[in-house]
């Protein structure tokens, strides 16, 4: 378990990179995510056909080999996608409110599969598990990094959520502040 932890190193600087360009592409849609989903569906080649697409080898390797070899090929694969982004990466993007509430979803998303994840190593090693299926670690996490401008998507569903809950007042007066 802990060399899966560490194999995601490199898996979570390249996340950074990724989710800055998606965030900084929904701050661009101004935080509508109608059309920001009308974006995603409107331009699936730029956004689902990337190199990150060869990610789905690791997954095979992942399923018919040992976990430690689909690790092993995990730490090297993002290691070079993270040094090909960073090679492109041109801005940083500035942090709002809704900003850190699609980041707290998406931590809160991470946080919850590593609960899990834990949670299963241990029945596993405690023999009460039916089969050994450690594998399914590494696809899990390798998809939802695929699928991350979808993550996005969805942290913008629960921060519109939450903006129509908050009081009026606080809203003109957050929108009266962003005008100055």
């Known amino acids: ?3 899966f932890f560490i ?3 490199t898996y979570l600087c390249y996340l950074v990179l990724k989710y800055q360009k ?3 592409l929904f701050k661009k849609e101004n935080y509508a995510v109608k059309s ?3 974006y995603l569906v409107k331009h699936p080649k730029e956004i689902f056909l990337t190199p990150e697409i060869l990610s789905i080898i690791i997954i095979v390797v992942a399923i018919n080999t040992d976990a430690k070899i689909a690790g092993i090929c995990m730490v090297i ?3 070079i996608m993270f040094l090909y982004e960073l090679r492109k990466f041109d801005k940083k993007i500035k942090m709002d409110i809704n900003i850190v509430r699609i980041l707290i979803v998406t931590l809160i998303i991470y946080i919850a599969l590593s609960i899990w ?5 241990n029945a596993l090693q405690n023999d009460l598990l039916i089969f050994d299926h450690r594998w399914i670690y590494y696809v899990i996490v390798i998809l939802l990094g695929y699928f991350s401008y979808c993550v996005i998507w969805f942290g913008g569903l629960f921060n519109a959520l939450i903006v129509k809950l908050l ?4 809203r003109k007066k957050r929108a009266h502040k962003k005008q100055k």
């Open 167 to 170: 009081p009026k007042k606080k």
């Open 77 to 79: 694969f993002y290691m």
């Open 22 to 24: 998606g965030l900084a």
């Open 117 to 121: 994840f834990v949670l299963d190593y």
């Open 36 to 38: 920001y989903g009308k």
């Open 7 to 9: 194999s995601l190193s």
């Open 1 to 3: 378990m802990i060399f």
